[in-house]
Every structure is written in C-alpha cells, then in structure tokens.
C-alpha cells in the first residue's frame, strides 16, 4: 500500500482501521479508474447512440449528458459508488480522529514554534461558502470546532485526504504544488521571491514545497478556517519548516499592498463562491508588488471540452457536496483575472504534467511544448496540471 509520511501530528489509526482505510484506498482508485475508466466508452458505444436515436441529434450539453448517462445502468453505478465511497473515506479516519482529539489539541496548545508563526484571528467571519456545507463530504468541513483550540478537521483532512488519493500524490500529498513550485522556479529562474503567501492552504501541505522551493523565500500561508492552520503550523513544525500560517480571509487579507512577489493557491477557488472569486483576485492583485507573479492550479475549465467531458468532470458539483464547482468550471477566467486588475497580456494558462509521475512531459512543458488537450480528471485521478495566472 502507498505510505504516508508520518509525522509527530498524524493521528494513529489502528490495525483494523488502518486495514479499513487501505480497503477503502484501493475501492476508490479502482472506481476511478477501472470504472470510471469504461465511462466513455459507455457514452460513445450505447447512450450517445440511445440518445441520438431517440431525439434525432447528439446530446448538445452536459446537462443532457449528466441526464443520460445516469438513466443508464453502468453511470448509475459508477456514480453510486463514487458517492459512497466518498463518504467512507471519511468514515474510514474519523474514529482515529475522535480518539485523538483531546491529546492533539492539548499538544498542538503548548507547541513551541521553532520555525514559524501562527496567528489567528477569531474575529473572523468563516464565509457561507465554507460553513454552509461539508464540502466534498468531509463531516464538520474545515472550520468546525468541536472545542475550544480544535484542530482535529485539520487531522481529519491530513489523513482522509491521503486515503481519497490513494497515496498519488506522494508520502505529503503534496504532488501538486511540488510540481507548480518547480515550474516557478524552472521556468522563470531569475524569479526570486522574497516574500510568498498561499491562499487557501488548509494543512499547509501546499506551502511546504514552495519553502523547499525557495527557501530564501518567506513563506506565509492564510487559511480562513482556523482548525487546518491551527493544525498546519504544527505539522510544519514537526516537519521543521518555516512557515508563517495566518487565520485570514482571502478576500480581506490583511497585508499591505505590495507585500508580496509570489501569491498563489492549489485547487482553492473552486470552493469559493463567484463573488468571492472576483474578491479574491483583486486582493492578489493588490497584495502583490510592481513584478509579482500570480499563479493558481485549478480544475480547468470545461468550456472547450467536449459535453461528455464536462459531464464527467462536473460530476463532482452534483453529487460531491461541491456546490461553487460547477460555477468555477464555467468562468472566463482570463476575463476574470484581467478586472482584476492584471494586464491581458500578462495572463498565462498553462497544463503542467505531474513532476514525479511524467518527468520528461514535466521537462517539455517548462521548454515551451504546448499540451492543448485539457485532461478529463478530477483532482486525485490527473496527472497534468491546470495552472493559470499573471505577472504584474
Ligand atoms: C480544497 S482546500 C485547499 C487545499 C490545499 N491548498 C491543499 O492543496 O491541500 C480549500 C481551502 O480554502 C479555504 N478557503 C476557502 N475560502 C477561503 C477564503 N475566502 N479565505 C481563505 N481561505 C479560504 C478553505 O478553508 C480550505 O481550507
């Protein structure tokens, strides 16, 4: 079974959890790729087919793909799983999360910092679009708090978020912003930030690669939901990484204008609302310096796929508690990013293959080769990376 890194936070799972957990793994990679896998075929070889007989043209939309594939016995199953076997994920971890709650919050409370710094702020308000819902199924989402100083959604999403991937994103699940880090700095290598802040950094793996990335780099990372940075500086510490976690608003931040060379996120805004998007731009834009890079991977966009892909890719906004997913996959996102201030001729998008899974495509790309074809995928199941952004 792949192997996550352990570290002084990780909650221990018991032998007959760990086996669960495994169980569940390898049930979900074999939806997603097995199962999933055969969805095209279905929709090209019988209800494209069904459909075209019936209605005397081929389904225009996703919408009318979503509406027959899932009449269809093989999509029902496919989809049925995938819903379940999203909430076992969770299932899967929660005990061992439960039984450690009091001790890990009592160890994350008296925590020397070392390295970084944590700063919370309780009059933050946790936006609707985060308390409204257990997004993609994660009970209690980010920001509960069970008790006072409460860390444990952080240690929740650390080890449930390594099941959900079956272990490919790496032993820190961190493959991802491994990848955008080493792109930054291969592509641009006379780029030297001075000073970073990933929004939206939940646990703080997606910022730890860019402290190794840049490690002249001061690193902060703002997260509104106080339980993951709580948990995020401590898994920083223990990793003995400087990382300075803020608990902040992504659409309020509280730097100064020009603060920043580098302000970025991973898979953040798709589970932000559209008006919060719009906010959350601006604030970069604002945060960063004459020179700066924005940079964000995201789930691509699906307007120039193809309605199956679409249907497939979106599935998630329907059935995954992900309700800003099918909003964000719509967007314009170069006009999105260009009201925000930055200029049309700074905007770049870019499909990154996975640095450990595809070296030589990872190589290509930071050469200049052009992947055109958006991957069908959702996070967990792509190895090529939907990145997009501008200098200022
Ligand atoms: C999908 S997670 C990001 C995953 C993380 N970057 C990683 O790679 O593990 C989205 C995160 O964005 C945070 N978030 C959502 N809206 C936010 C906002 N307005 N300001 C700051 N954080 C926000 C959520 O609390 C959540 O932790």
């Known amino acids: 079974m792949p192997f996550q890194a352990k570290h002084d936070f990780l909650v221990e799972s018991s032998h007959d959890e760990l086996s669960r957990q495994n169980y569940v793994q390898r049930l979900r990679m074999h939806i997603l790729n097995q199962i999933g896998g055969g969805m095209r075929a279905v929709y090209d070889k019988r209800v494209k087919p069904q459909f075209e007989k019936s209605q005397g043209r081929a389904p225009k939309d996703e919408y009318e793909v979503h509406v027959a594939m899932l009449s269809d016995n093989y999509g029902q199953v496919w989809s049925t799983m995938m819903r379940s076997c999203q909430e076992m994920v969770w299932d899967s971890v929660i005990p061992a999360v439960e039984r450690a709650q009091p001790k890990l919050n009592e160890r994350i409370r008296g925590l020397n910092a070392r390295y970084g710094t944590l700063t919370l702020d309780p009059s933050v308000k946790v936006p609707r679009y985060v308390s409204a819902t257990d997004i993609h199924l994660m009970p209690g989402n980010y920001h509960t708090e069970r008790t006072a ?21 790496g032993p820190y699940a961190d493959a991802i912003p491994r990848t955008i880090a080493t792109y930054i700095r291969r592509k ?19 910022t730890i690669p860019f402290v190794d990335g840049f490690p002249e780099c001061e690193v902060h990372a703002a997260d509104v939901a106080a339980p993951v940075v709580r948990y995020g500086h401590a898994r920083a ?7 300075h976690f803020h608990q902040m608003n992504a659409e309020s931040l509280k730097f100064a204008d020009g603060t920043f060379d580098l302000v970025y996120s991973i898979i953040m805004f798709h589970e ?10 601006k604030e970069c834009h604002r945060v960063l310096r004459p020179g700066g890079l924005m940079i964000h991977m ?10 199956f892909e679409a249907f497939y890719l979106d599935w998630d906004a329907y059935y995954n508690n992900e309700p800003y997913y099918l909003k964000y996959t719509h967007e314009d996102i170069r006009a999105c990013v260009t009201n925000a201030g930055f200029g049309n001729d700074k905007f770049f998008q870019v499909l990154i293959p996975d640095l450990a899974r595809s070296p030589q495509a990872f190589e290509a790309v930071v050469g200049g080769e052009v992947i055109k074809k958006t991957q069908v995928a959702r996070v967990g199941e792509s190895a090529k990376w939907f990145t997009y952004g501008a200098w200022k």
């Open 149 to 169: 100083d409460d860390a444990s959604q952080g240690a929740l999403y650390d080890r449930g978020r390594f099941v959900y991937n079956g272990g490919a994103a």
């Open 188 to 206: 641009w290598p006379d780029f030297k930030p001075a000073q970073a802040l990933e929004l939206g950094c939940t646990i703080g793996s997606s």
């Open 237 to 243: 510490e223990a990793l003995g990484k400087r990382v």
């Open 272 to 281: 932000t609302s559209t008006k919060a998007y719009r906010n959350i731009l």
């Open 298 to 307: 995201e789930l691509p966009p699906v307007g120039d796929m193809d309605p």
